[in-house]
């Protein structure tokens, strides 16, 4: 099986492609290597025969045609995408220029090869657009949690480009018969993730003996998947599931943003106990909200259980073990993250250092 994958030097694209690459297809990943994409990540694919990498962006027509027609795949899975909250309110423009412009580009361009396919290869082929919870907008302590059929209500810009693309993606199985499918996910953590999302930042912080802020109160709630059950899920909707289809993907793990600081000081209380035999939770401190910041996510995963089997694998505690003990052990990793320019960007926009509690 080939497989086009876009965005994968990211946190999940490339813990996707080396679920892939282990199961013996062949992938070529595109990447415009923004902040956030780290060809590090795939340091271990490098060397890989099955593994091919083309730098450019979705939203570049004429590269992605020749990809297209030169590599022939199978599937497209698309990551590319702006994920940071905070960074959508402070500027929009880059979310919808990727996120809904880019997907629709990546459309056009994957609707016009496919049309030349032969019959079986425009049947077998798969488009499949990773999107996120955040589409469906907020809940309150006492709703239910959201199912494939809730309806769309974002609150951010990047929850708004997100579902734009959302709807592209459904619009071409709709309009043209392009066999798309789309998978909504709840917050992913794990190894190789972007140092400004919530837990490697705690983890990080709480390393330098620095503050762990957290908006408000804490008490607003996610709903927390380990990033290779996610990988997992999307491979089984990838490989099983009928063109037009939508799936919720989530870990069945409902954490306050407090629940998750106190989990991760604890972990690190056992793993590396601070000099001072202190916990990690006295850095605790919390910080002004942020603005229109949702309450809760929870996903249904039901639908994909019912019809795959798939459920996580991994509990809160295992998959916060494993995660810290990968950043522990990666310390020249995380400094040469530390050394790009999200830090630059933080301190200028914000005068509390903040954390960003997405994917």
């Known amino acids: 099986m080939k497989i086009l994958v876009t965005g994968g030097c990211g946190f999940i694209g490339s813990a996707f492609i080396l679920q892939q690459l282990s199961l013996g297809r062949t992938v070529l990943n595109l990447d415009v290597l923004s902040y956030a994409g780290n060809p590090e990540n795939l340091y271990s694919a490098a060397c890989s025969p099955n593994y091919y990498f083309a730098h450019g962006d979705i939203g570049d027509r004429v590269l992605v045609s020749g990809l297209l027609q030169e590599f022939c795949p199978d599937a497209v899975v698309n990551f590319a995408a702006e994920t940071h909250v905070d960074r959508s309110i402070v500027d929009p423009t880059p979310f919808f220029k990727t996120n809904a412009y880019g997907t629709a580009s990546l459309l056009i361009e994957t609707l016009n090869w496919w049309k030349n396919l032969s019959k079986a290869q425009r049947e077998s082929f798969r488009f499949l657009h990773i999107s996120t919870d955040e589409v469906f907008g907020s809940l309150s ?10 309806p769309y209500r974002p609150r951010s810009p990047y929850s708004a480009s997100k579902a734009a693309a959302d709807f592209y993606v459904r619009s071409f199985h709709e309009t043209y018969g392009l066999p798309t499918l789309i998978t909504n996910c709840s917050n992913n953590y794990g190894p190789r993730q972007y ?21 408000g109160n804490g008490t607003n709630i996610r709903d927390w998947l380990y990033v290779e059950d996610h990988c997992q899920a999307i491979d089984t909707v990838l490989t099983r599931s ?26 690190l209380d056992e793993i590396k106990p601070r000099a001072d035999g202190k916990s990690y939770s006295d850095q605790i401190a919390f910080v002004k909200d942020r603005p229109g910041h949702d309450f809760r996510y929870a996903i249904n995963a039901e639908k994909i259980r019912r019809d795959f089997g798939w459920k996580p694998t991994h509990s809160l505690a295992s998959g916060l073990h494993d995660t810290i003990s990968w950043y522990l052990a990666n310390d020249g990793w ?25 994917k």
């Open 141 to 150: 302590g006492d709703e239910a949690a959201f199912s494939e059929e809730s």
């Open 195 to 215: 140092p400004e999302k919530f837990i490697p930042l705690l983890v990080i912080n709480a390393l330098q003996g620095k503050r762990l802020p957290i908006y």
């Open 242 to 267: 009928r063109p037009g289809e939508t799936y919720n993907i989530g870990g069945n793990c409902e954490k306050s943003n407090l629940d998750i600081a106190y989990a991760v000081t604890g972990m």
């Open 334 to 358: 995380l400094e040469t993250i530390q050394s790009r320019s999200y830090k630059d960007w933080y301190e200028l926009n914000y005068a509390e250092p903040r954390f960003e509690d997405e």
